[in-house]
């Protein structure tokens, strides 16, 4: 490997470190200032209009909105969230497996 590539790999590594810790930094902000918040699994429902009742309380992190699993109408499983949420999706997921675990408040009579 030449010195001009070392020199370009050794710029790309640090450009790439420097942003993935600016990345995590923004992340632990905005986690330091949320909280758990009343959300819905998808699995308990109103019979009568179908709506999905708040039966799980997960952490979120400020202005952040993510969840990996939501059961819809049609008894499929998809993500749901916005733009911040996406963006810091896998520290969300990692965040609530290790330190904020998601908190079930109403049991789904339906065991999957």
Not at 39 to 53: D, E, M, P
Request: net charge positive; with cysteine; charged share 20%.
């Amino acid at each position: 490997m030449s010195p001009a590539h070392r020199k370009l790999l050794k710029a790309f590594l640090s450009a790439f470190l420097i942003c993935l810790i600016f990345y995590v930094g923004v992340y632990i902000v905005l986690s330091c200032l949320g909280g758990y918040y009343f959300n819905q699994s998808g699995k308990v429902r109103y019979h009568s209009i179908g709506l999905a009742v708040s039966d799980i309380s997960t952490w979120t992190p400020k202005g952040c909105r993510f969840q990996y699993r939501f059961k819809n109408t049609r008894g499929e499983y998809v993500s749901r969230g916005n733009e911040l949420g996406y963006l810091f999706a896998p520290l969300i997921m990692l965040d609530r497996r290790f330190f904020h675990p998601t908190e079930v408040l109403i049991e789904s009579k339906n065991p999957e």
